[in-house]
């Protein structure tokens, strides 16, 4: 009797594992998008491919000369297909499939299936494909095929499955050799070795990049596999590993082959159950469906271009996020790979809360890229360290030719690249850290800005002269008011940073100081609101959001005058504009109590720019051209969900950090937004928050007590807290 309860509780524990993926995490669609570009793209920081895409790419393996560089493409050998046939042909959709392919995007699991129901020849097919989490080498392509009935058994059932392969063009990117055909016999495995065409810049990258490439099993010709009538199931797997090691692949190949197909996935869906369940989601109360999937997508597309944190072989250091991810880099809408101010602005600050080890990730690019960027500086006659507008392998400037005005006026990338610093250090509180990674950066940062500053002669005046800001509409403008505010906050950080680290070049200090007190931020005394740039004439048509960005993220202007900015430029901003243009309108309207405005700004933030089947975001609304995949909208609209209608933020003061709980608002048709985990310096918390209350359940295991500030009140909370704000209470800041 023992014995058999003993059953009965594993049989419900093994149940409860094999839990159906709630619908918030579960895309199903039975119609592929007509545009494949919106096909889910998958990666694990690693590797990346968009499902029926004919590309894999490698984190940071990059061809081509300067502007030329973009993602190396891999033809997708992973993309294969598997049809049922028997010796009088293979069944189409049309014939067998009475109820067609059911297409399953699954983001608590982590993989992407199609299944398809042939119910004339009594049968299922599932085809799953996903790059492993924990395995990141792998890439797995399965098939299950299943006899549903009795009378499936029957002669004209089908008698073997044809897997074939379409992987696309050739590719121009590498040059591919064999250097194995693999022969079971030896347990040897069809191993290509590719190598990149063309340098990025020979400077800074002397040889090609070299790739190899193993696969499971190769498929020159179809596959076919025998499938007896008497058999009710068939499975196979393909896996093909790639690192810039033979041996590293090689290793990957044999573990992952050590494992039954079950347990190769479990390992994965673990991964992604620990992301989910330990790291961070977002979950809504109430009646909200379709947003509750537009947020967990969201997460899925920006964790999934990320490195996995936890894996069997070491990583090769991150190259950073592309707007498009790195399943994409082809395509010129795809930005060709490279990392732009949208990585600090609009992915980092959501990044940040899954784990401050993927902040570290992305900001150590570019502290890799360091000397890149002096010499991008010393190379046009300028000091300091000015990164690229556009990045990719080498850290040297790769903007595309079409556009050489881009790359030498939107200098406020580097600036934008210390204003993360600081706000990584804000929220994470790494006081090491800071020192050792950010400093050096923003010292080298700071420098270029003062060596680029125009001073006048006889008046305590700065300028930045030839410049473009965010709004691209408008090149070679001078003093763009975005680009003088975030670099006031660049110098100002170096100065703290300086002498926080023990730096004792208080001449150089001085030297920022002066830049930073003199460089202008025009204001309009009339109309009291900030001119865009010198000479902008108000109702001026632009294309993104520029000077409201003072208020948030940069936390420059919260005054009136940020309102006024809100309203003028609401009204002129182009309506192709992307999406986290109106994100941002979103987080400042809300941040600011104008939450009907709020609400309006943050569904025109989204819902035109996803697509319905697989919650694939595009950088413009529908009807106009633009890149898929589109992190960078994801980050904004996550912004405005966690920022904007949950009221916190993070600034430094001095040497104390503090996180700012404002009472916020939740979106419409939400009850409660709960966010687990929200991290702040060594404390983790539990937040939920609704048009009621916010609350925060913080905890912490080691490290200093936080205090609470409240105008004039101090109040000591310990290690452990409760914070609750009802409406009408004051912004409250939690420090230590
Ligand atoms: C990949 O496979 C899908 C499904 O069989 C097919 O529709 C698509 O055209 C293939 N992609 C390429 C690049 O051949
Ligand atoms: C087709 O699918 C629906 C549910 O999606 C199911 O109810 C129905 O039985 C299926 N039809 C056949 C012939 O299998
Ligand atoms: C593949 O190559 C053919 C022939 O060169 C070309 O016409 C086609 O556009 C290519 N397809 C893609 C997706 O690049
Ligand atoms: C692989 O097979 C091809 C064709 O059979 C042969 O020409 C080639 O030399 C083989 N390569 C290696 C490395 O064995
Ligand atoms: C202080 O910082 C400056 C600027 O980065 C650097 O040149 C100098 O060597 C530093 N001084 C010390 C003592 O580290
Ligand atoms: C801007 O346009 C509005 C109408 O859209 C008009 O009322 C206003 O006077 C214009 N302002 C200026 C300074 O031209
Ligand atoms: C915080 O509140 C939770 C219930 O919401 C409670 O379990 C916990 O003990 C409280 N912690 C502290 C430190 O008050």
């Not at 002066?514 to 010198?534: F, W």
């Not at 941040?591 to 819902?607: A, I, L, P, Q």
């Not at 996550?638 to 040497?655: K, P, S, T």
Request: with cysteine; aromatic share 12%.
């Amino acid at each position: 009797m023992l014995k058999f309860l003993g059953f009965v509780v594993i049989l419900a524990v093994l149940r409860g594992c094999n839990a159906q993926t709630s619908a918030a995490y579960l895309l199903q669609s039975h119609s592929l998008p007509t545009d494949r570009n919106f096909m889910p793209t998958l990666g694990n920081g690693h590797l990346g491919y968009t499902v029926y895409g004919d590309a894999i790419f490698m984190n940071g393996v990059y061809n081509g000369g300067s502007g030329n560089s973009k993602r190396a493409r891999i033809p997708n050998w992973l993309n294969i297909t598997t049809e049922v046939c028997d010796r009088f042909g293979c069944a189409t959709d049309a014939e067998a499939a009475v109820n067609g392919t059911s297409y399953e995007m699954d983001l608590r699991d982590g993989y992407f299936r199609s299944r398809t129901t042939y119910n004339g020849l009594g049968l299922t097919l599932e085809q799953r494909t996903y790059p492993h989490k924990y395995y990141n080498r792998a890439l797995v392509y399965e098939v299950v095929a299943t006899r549903n009935s009795e009378n499936a058994a029957r002669a004209n059932s089908p008698q073997f499955l044809r897997l074939s392969q379409h992987p696309g063009n050739a590719s121009d990117a590498f040059d591919f050799v064999v250097v194995s055909n693999g022969s079971s016999a030896s347990g040897d495995f069809r191993t290509i070795r590719g190598r990149t065409e063309i340098l990025e810049f020979e400077r800074f990258q002397p040889t090609p990049q070299e790739i190899y490439i193993l696969f499971s099993q190769y498929l020159e010709q179809p596959l076919q596999l025998e499938w007896p009538t008497w058999q009710a199931e068939l499975r196979h797997r393909i896996i093909i590993c790639m690192d810039r090691e033979q041996s590293v692949a090689l290793k990957e190949l044999q573990d992952v082959l050590q494992l039954s197909a079950s347990s190769l996935l479990e390992k994965h869906t673990d991964a992604w159950h620990n992301f989910w369940n330990r790291d961070f989601s977002i979950a809504l109360v109430g009646n909200a469906p379709e947003l509750s999937q537009i947020i967990n997508a969201g997460i899925f597309y920006l964790a999934n271009s990320l490195p996995s944190l936890s894996t069997n072989q070491k990583n090769e250091p991150f190259y950073g996020l592309s707007p498009t991810g790195l399943g994409r880099g082809n395509l010129e809408a795809d930005y060709q790979g490279h990392n732009f101010w949208d990585t600090e602005i609009w992915m980092l600050p959501v990044v940040t809360h899954f784990g401050f080890e993927y902040g570290k990730q992305l900001l150590d690019y570019r502290g890799r890229k360091l000397e890149a960027a002096k010499y991008n500086a010393r190379s046009k006659g300028y000091k300091g360290a000015r990164f690229p507008w556009e990045s990719a392998y080498t850290g040297t400037e790769v903007t595309n030719p079409c556009c050489p005005e881009v790359a030498q006026q939107e200098i406020h990338i580097s600036p934008d690249i210390s204003f993360a610093l600081q706000k990584f250090l804000a929220q994470s509180g790494d006081w090491t850290w800071v020192c050792e990674k950010a400093w050096p950066i923003a010292a080298e940062v700071a420098e270029f800005v003062v060596s680029r500053a125009a001073c006048e002669e006889f008046r305590p005046v700065c300028h930045l002269l030839n410049v473009m800001g965010p709004d691209e509409d408008h090149p070679d403008v001078d003093d763009n008011v975005y680009t003088n505010a975030v670099s006031k906050i660049a110098l100002e950080f170096a100065e703290w940073a300086g002498g926080y680290c023990g730096n004792d070049s208080t001449e150089l200090f001085a030297n920022w100081r002066r830049v930073n007190d003199r460089l202008v931020i025009l204001h309009d005394t009339e109309l009291d609101y900030h001119p865009q740039h010198a000479g902008y004439v108000v109702n001026t048509t632009i294309k993104q959001a520029d000077t409201i960005l003072l208020g948030y993220p940069l936390r420059y202007d919260l005054s009136n005058t940020h309102l006024n900015d809100l309203n003028i430029y609401a009204k002129v901003t182009r309506e192709s504009g992307p999406a986290m243009t109106w994100s941002m309108f979103a987080v400042n309207h809300l941040t600011s109590k104008e939450e009907w405005v709020g609400h309006e700004y943050f569904e025109r933030g989204y819902k035109n720019y996803v697509r319905p089947e697989f919650k694939v975001w595009s950088e413009t609304p529908l009807g106009y051209e633009g890149s898929a995949n589109f992190l960078t909208g994801i980050g904004g609209f996550l912004q405005a969900i966690i920022y904007g209608y949950g009221g916190i933020n993070f600034v430094r003061n001095n040497d104390k950090i503090s996180m700012i709980v404002s009472f916020g608002t939740v979106p419409l048709g939400v009850d409660e937004v709960q966010v687990n985990y929200l991290r702040y310096s060594h404390s983790t918390c539990r937040w939920v928050f609704s048009n009621r209350y916010s609350r925060m359940n913080c905890g912490a295991r080691t490290g200093p007590d936080f205090y609470m500030v409240q105008g004039k009140k101090r109040t000591l909370l310990g290690r452990s807290f409760n914070v609750t704000l009802v409406k009408g209470d004051e912004p409250v800041h939690i420090t230590f």
